[in-house]
Antibody, heavy 121, light 107 residues
Framework: QVQLQESGPRLVKPSETLSLTCTVSGGSVSSGSYYWSWIRQPPGKGLEWIGH???????NYNPSLKSRVTMSVDTSKNQFSLRLTSVTAVDTAVYYC?????????????WGQGTLLTVSS | SSELTQDPAVSVALGQTVRITCLGDSLRSFYTSWYQQKPGQAPVLVIY???NRPSGIPDRFSGSSSGDTASLTITGAQAEDEADYYCCSRDSSGDVIFGGGTKLTVL
C-alpha cells in the first residue's frame, strides 16, 4: 500500500518561502507510471491543484501559481518537494501531496493526510 | 483555462438514489474523476475513467458522462456517504482542474 506523508513548517511569515516535502513509502517516485502532485485546500474551501512532477524532473504547474512555484524530486530519498515563494495569507491552506496516474493526470489515487500551513506574522 | 461547476449542496434520503453533477466544456474531451472528502480527512478517489471504482469503493458508486456533464450516482445512499464530493478533470491546456465541490447530506 502506497503511503505519502507531508512534512515541513506549519507556520510561515508573509513574504517568506513555503517549503514542504512529501515522503513516499510502499512505492517509488521513480516509477514511470505516475506523477507526483501537490494540491491545497484553504480552510472551508475547495481543492486547488498546484502542480505535479515526474521522476525525470519534468513539471507542470497551475498557471495561477506558476510564477511562485518550484517542485523537485529526490529519487534517492523517495521524496518530492514544493517551494512557494512570497507567501501571503491567501496561501494559508491544508497542503496535500498525492500520487497521480501518468495515463490520466487527474487520477489521484493515493493522498497524504495533509498538513495545515498558516501564513501569519 | 476552463471551469467545472457543481451544485454547492445536495440532499438525499437514506437508501435513496442521488446524482451529483459536474458541468464543464472540458468534460467533452477528458474523463472525470470523483473524490469523496469527509471532515478533517484527505480526499478519497471513488470513480475514475469511464466508470471505474478503486478497490474498496462500494458498487453503489457509479459514474457517467454525456457531453459537457459528468455525474456521480450513489444508488442506495448510506449515512457514511455524507461528505463533500469533488469532480476533477483537465482544462483545454491540459492542466488539472477541480469543481467547487458538492456537500451531500443524507437525511
Amino acid at each position: 500500500q502506497v503511503q505519502l506523508q507531508e512534512s515541513g513548517p506549519r507556520l510561515v511569515k508573509p513574504s517568506e518561502t513555503l517549503s514542504l516535502t512529501c515522503t513516499v513509502s510502499g512505492g517509488s517516485v521513480s516509477s514511470g507510471s505516475y506523477y507526483w502532485s501537490w494540491i491545497r485546500q484553504p480552510p472551508g474551501k475547495g481543492l486547488e491543484w498546484i502542480g505535479h512532477i515526474y521522476y525525470s524532473g519534468s513539471t507542470n504547474y497551475n498557471p495561477s501559481l506558476k510564477s511562485r512555484v518550484t517542485m523537485s524530486v529526490d529519487t534517492s530519498k523517495n521524496q518530492f518537494s514544493l517551494r512557494l515563494t512570497s507567501v501571503t495569507a491567501v496561501d494559508t491552506a491544508v497542503y496535500y501531496c498525492a500520487r497521480v496516474s501518468a495515463s490520466g493526470l487527474n487520477l489521484f489515487d493515493f493522498w497524504g493526510q495533509g498538513t495545515l500551513l498558516t501564513v501569519s506574522s | 483555462s476552463s471551469e467545472l461547476t457543481q451544485d454547492p449542496a445536495v440532499s438525499v434520503a437514506l437508501g435513496q438514489t442521488v446524482r451529483i453533477t459536474c458541468l464543464g466544456d472540458s468534460l467533452r474531451s477528458f474523463y472525470t474523476s470523483w473524490y469523496q472528502q469527509k471532515p478533517g480527512q484527505a480526499p478519497v478517489l471513488v470513480i475514475y475513467g469511464e466508470n471505474n471504482r478503486p478497490s474498496g469503493i462500494p458498487d453503489r458508486f457509479s459514474g457517467s458522462s454525456s457531453g459537457d456533464t459528468a455525474s456521480l450516482t450513489i444508488t442506495g445512499a448510506q449515512a457514511e456517504d455524507e461528505a463533500d464530493y469533488y469532480c476533477c478533470s483537465r482544462d483545454s491546456s491540459g492542466d488539472v482542474i477541480f469543481g467547487g465541490g458538492t456537500k451531500l447530506t443524507v437525511l
